[in-house]
């Protein structure tokens, strides 16, 4: 799927007709969805996230997509692309271990559980964080 055909996704399942409108419904300036689509420019974390939410797929998936696109060299858009297969080969495990995960530090961090709930102890914690040259992975423990 490519940048084009993802906004597009969007104007369909929205209703929007315009660039304008679905600028404004991404939160991104008007100029850069007509520069998306003529490949002049390339989403950035921020966008991408915004077009993951608009679009119901995960941000890693779209960020995937628009590296395989924009990448010129091969050997890179290779290691997007095997990242993308790997991400449609997870499939529910990977909507499962984030939604878990999600889960373990909401009640961790809570003073006290829900009823019923188990209390965990919050031993770390993983994040994503954008760069200059795409995402890194960030982990910490307490």
């Known amino acids: 799927m490519t940048i084009a055909e993802l906004l597009n996704t969007i104007k369909t399942t929205k209703a929007i007709s315009s660039d304008y409108e679905l600028a404004k419904k991404l939160n991104l300036p008007s100029g850069h969805i ?24 995960d941000f890693l998936e779209v960020m995937a997509l628009v590296r395989i696109e924009a990448e010129k060299d091969e050997t890179r858009r290779q290691v997007w692309t ?20 999600t889960v373990a530090t909401t009640v961790a961090e809570t ?21 200059t040259n795409g995402l890194r992975v960030r982990c910490s423990t307490n």
């Open 34 to 57: 007509c520069e998306y689509y003529k490949g002049k420019r390339t989403p950035n974390e921020y966008a991408c996230l915004q077009i993951a939410q608009a679009t119901g797929r």
């Open 111 to 131: 003073e006290t559980a829900p009823e019923g709930a188990v209390k965990l102890k919050l031993v770390g914690r993983v994040g994503i964080e954008p760069t």
């Open 82 to 101: 095997e990242c993308l297969q790997s991400l449609a080969g997870q499939g529910d495990r990977h909507e499962a271990a984030t939604v878990a995960a």
